[in-house]
């Protein structure tokens, strides 16, 4: 089974903060997501990544950056996380070549800023 | 510009009863549909997907969805739900070669003894 892992289930953080969010998936997909749920909005995008080094812009990259130094790996960074960053955020991985749609998906990371 | 709908936010609903969850998309071109469900504390996970061919779709656990392209529709059905239906269902939307990838709001189905 393909598995997404990400680092921390909760963190909570104070305004400012710079904030690495990680996630590591196990099966050598090309493309790989990051995503924040909110209750009544569904899932944005952030950033997406369909090889190394390689990223674009979703819907909502503001105050967002990405980093993909290997394959396996997809981290999130809030430079100087705010308060409305507080957030489920949801990383997915699919292994499509070219662009395909998220399919195997992270257990979230639910981040409270303070 | 494509965007989905789900009506209903949350669908109560007793075990062994019917359920059917609502989508409905806008787009001017052609689409891929899919729904995802999260149990909760969990991620998502992919239930079905329409991309051609027959418009049912079928799920392994008794899930099926019927693309109807004139009611831009995408509607969710199980016509018997066990207690372990319960979670939030998401409805997505995308287009061409999967560039673009919408998902709705999302209905959260509680099925009560």
């Known amino acids: 089974d393909v598995k997404v892992t990400q680092s921390s289930r909760y963190l909570v953080k104070r305004t400012g903060e710079k904030v690495f969010l990680e996630c590591v998936q196990d099966?050598?997909?090309?493309?790989m997501f990051w995503y924040r749920q909110d209750p009544g909005l569904g899932l944005r995008l952030i950033y997406f990544s369909y090889d190394v080094k390689m990223k674009e812009k979703g819907d909502i990259p503001e105050g967002y950056s990405v980093s993909r130094e290997k394959k396996e790996r997809f981290s999130l960074i809030l430079e100087s996380a705010s308060t409305n960053q507080t957030s489920m955020y949801l990383c997915a991985s699919s292994g499509s070549t070219g662009f395909g749609p998220p399919l195997h998906f992270g257990n979230g990371t639910r981040l409270t800023v303070t | 510009a494509q965007s989905v709908t789900q009506l209903d936010s949350q669908v109560p609903v007793f075990e062994e009863a019917p359920v059917e969850l609502r989508c409905n998309y806008s787009s001017s071109v052609s689409v891929y549909l899919f729904w995802y469900v999260q149990y909760p504390n969990q991620g998502l996970q992919l239930l079905l997907k329409?991309?051609?061919?027959?418009?049912l779709v079928k799920s392994i656990n008794g899930f099926e969805a019927e693309f109807n392209k004139s009611q831009t529709s995408f509607h969710l059905r199980k016509p018997s739900v066990h207690i372990s239906d319960t979670a939030e269902y998401f409805c997505?939307?995308?287009?061409?070669?999967?560039?673009?990838?919408?998902f709705g709001s999302g209905t959260k189905l509680n099925v009560k003894p």
């Open positions: 997505a939307v995308s287009v061409y070669n999967f560039n673009k990838f919408y």
């Open positions: 329409y991309l051609s061919g027959s418009t």
């Open positions: 099966m050598d997909h090309e493309n």
